[in-house]
């Protein structure tokens, strides 16, 4: 391979403790870190267990990820603040922009506190597409307009970031505006570029700075290249990194999904999304992992991963939380949004 896959593979585990299988897997050179899932969690105690004995299997620091957005996309939810889906926000923001903009604050810092505090270094979190007409996005967006997206994304990037959580927006170029599901179909949003760059791209151009990583989407965009935005030099290299000056880490989305299956099998998968400029992949499916690493040849071992800038500070103890009156409030305030009107 012409661009190392040491240290630039995020893995799947298959439940709540770690088998001397994945023992084996989380050494693997290729082993950046792990994404987690339902099945990996039962309470905060197990959680927090779990992501120490991650970094003692593996012998360094991984970089521990999850999906923890609110709504109908939040993994752990016994024991944690009940998360409204980032829509609701949207709809507050019709009328109350101000009320709107503290909620996302509150959300992202939330959010943050709570992984952070069980161990888990980051979510790939927030959703910057439009709430258009995807299956699969749909009120995991903040908004339609890219008006009310950028001060709502902005206010909840600050709730992350006071919480010392590093942020990623998703999913890179827009995956709003095409209903086709990536996860179970191929996608192609066949909109001229002038259009998807006017209003797709304007929530990440703008957002940029307070952004720490990127998630590629699996989604053809024939007006500037025949591949997935993923395996596309032109999206990753020239566009983002180039035009757009982002200087972030840029992650492929899970290498499982329907549309990745553009690239061939699991490998050539990872090869191509590397080769197009994606500092790490996605696995997410223990079964896909065990395909995977048993088609990479040897690999240096690498201390220090590319994905260590993206390590998470757990800035406040459970007891200083205690001892915090607001927040109890801001936990109330979300779990109410959650259940009211809005939601």
């Excluded at 991984?62 to 889906?85: K, S």
């Amino acid at each position: 391979m012409s661009v190392t896959a040491s240290g630039r593979v995020l893995i799947g585990l298959v439940g709540t403790r770690i088998s001397p299988a994945e023992e084996e897997l989380l050494q693997h050179p290729a082993t950046g870190g792990v994404v987690l899932f339902t099945r990996n969690y039962s309470d905060r105690h197990q959680l927090g267990e779990l992501c120490c004995a991650i970094h003692n299997a593996a012998g360094k620091k991984m970089l521990i990820t999850v999906d923890h957005e609110g709504g109908r996309v939040q993994r752990f939810r016994e024991g944690f603040t009940r998360l409204p889906a980032l829509a609701v926000l949207g709809r507050v923001f019709e009328k109350y922009p101000e009320r709107a903009s503290d909620l996302a604050y509150r959300h992202g810092r939330v959010m943050a506190t709570e992984l952070l505090l069980c161990g888990v270094d980051m979510s790939f979190a927030p959703v910057l597409d439009l709430n258009g007409d995807s299956r699969v996005i749909g009120d995991r967006a903040f908004s339609v307009k890219a008006e009310a997206i950028i001060p709502l994304g902005a206010h909840y990037l600050a709730g992350m970031h006071d919480a010392g959580m590093k942020t990623c927006g998703k999913h890179f170029p827009g995956h709003g505006s095409v209903q086709a599901d990536s996860h179970v179909s191929n996608v192609c949003d066949s909109r001229p570029l002038s259009i998807i760059e006017a209003n797709d791209i304007e929530t990440f151009r703008a957002l940029m700075n307070g952004l720490d990583s990127m998630m590629m989407a699996h989604v053809v965009y024939p007006g500037a290249d025949e591949k997935p935005a993923g395996y596309s030099r032109y999206w990753t290299r020239e566009y983002l990194r180039e035009k757009l000056g982002f200087k972030g880490i840029i992650f492929s989305d899970d290498l499982g999904m329907h549309a990745a299956g553009f690239a061939g099998k699991l490998f050539d998968r990872m090869h191509a999304s590397l080769e197009a400029g994606c500092d790490a992949v996605l696995v997410c499916k223990p079964e896909d992992v065990q395909e995977l690493y048993s088609g990479i040849a040897d690999l240096e071992p690498d201390d220090e991963t590319i994905l260590s800038c993206l390590q998470g500070r757990n800035t406040l103890t459970g007891a200083e939380l205690e001892s915090v009156g607001e927040w109890r409030h801001w936990q109330q305030s979300l779990e109410s949004l959650e259940k009211s009107q809005w939601a």
